[in-house]
């Protein structure tokens, strides 16, 4: 059985020397998330409105947590963590609902 996992926006960014260096225009952060926006995971399941692309980068932190586990060093049921965009990471809160 799956527990449900609350997914918390906790900080939009941008890496504004690797756009300048790297890109070939300014981006601005995320604009398919918002900060403290909140989602709920049931199941395992993609959350409505969520980016699939950041979905598709926590999914095993996601199942993890659901499945019962913890990752070491934090505490028990959470994690922080970020979606794989090097020019505009944005950094979620995960937790295990009871």
Known sequence: MNADVRITVLKRSRNLDFLETYADEIWEPCERLADNQQFVSKGANMPEGFCTFARADILPY??????????RGVAPGTFVTCCTDGFRPVFLLLERLP
């Open 62 to 71: 996601i199942l993890t947590l659901a499945r019962g586990g913890n990752m």
